[in-house]
């Protein structure tokens, strides 16, 4: 007879004391780098100056980033495993498309329009990072997808959950869009985000 695995069988084995500190380390460079980004922009932060902030040397740089657009990516692929995190706590009786709705509101809600507008034009300083970007929705639609299948776990919902994701990322990236191209007064992120996710529902019951 096989044996049953437990919970504790299957959990990830602890993390060491060279593992966390490497973590926190990497961590540390890539706050202080984001602080020079915003304070003296992209193009203007060299790799020594984060590498002294840090207080470590430019070789020890790169065995934790290949690069300054490493550190922008690293900011995002946190705040994505954040967002999915908590995706994975919502109850399976939830509807998904509401509940990823209300997730993604929720999260983009949390930064004034200050830090997403350093954020945006951090991005597109660099050629590169703007096309990682647009490969990255891709990539996300796909971790997005994965994230709901281990919430709403029945087979059948596969098909409505691939809509989901690609829906809620195509909402996503309107909402940015627009955010981005207004003049005036400007209005938060989420609530652009809010009425992008009403015009997929309203769209969808017609």
Sequence with gaps: MSKISSSADSAPPPEGLRERKRRETRRRIAEVAQGLFMAHGYAATTLDDIAA???????????YFKSKDDIILYWRDADTAALLAELLKTSPDAEPLEAIRDLMVAHIGRFTTEQMTVVDNLMRSSESLLARKQA????????????????????????????VAMVSVGAMRLALQAWREQTGNRKPAAKYLLEAFDMVRTGLSQ
């Design 136 to 163: 990255f929705y891709a990539e996300q639609e796909v971790m997005l997808f994965d994230a709901l299948c281990q919430v709403w776990r029945h087979p059948e919902h596969r098909a409505k959950l691939r809509i």
């Design 53 to 63: 902030q840090a207080g470590i040397s430019r070789r020890t740089f790169f065995s």
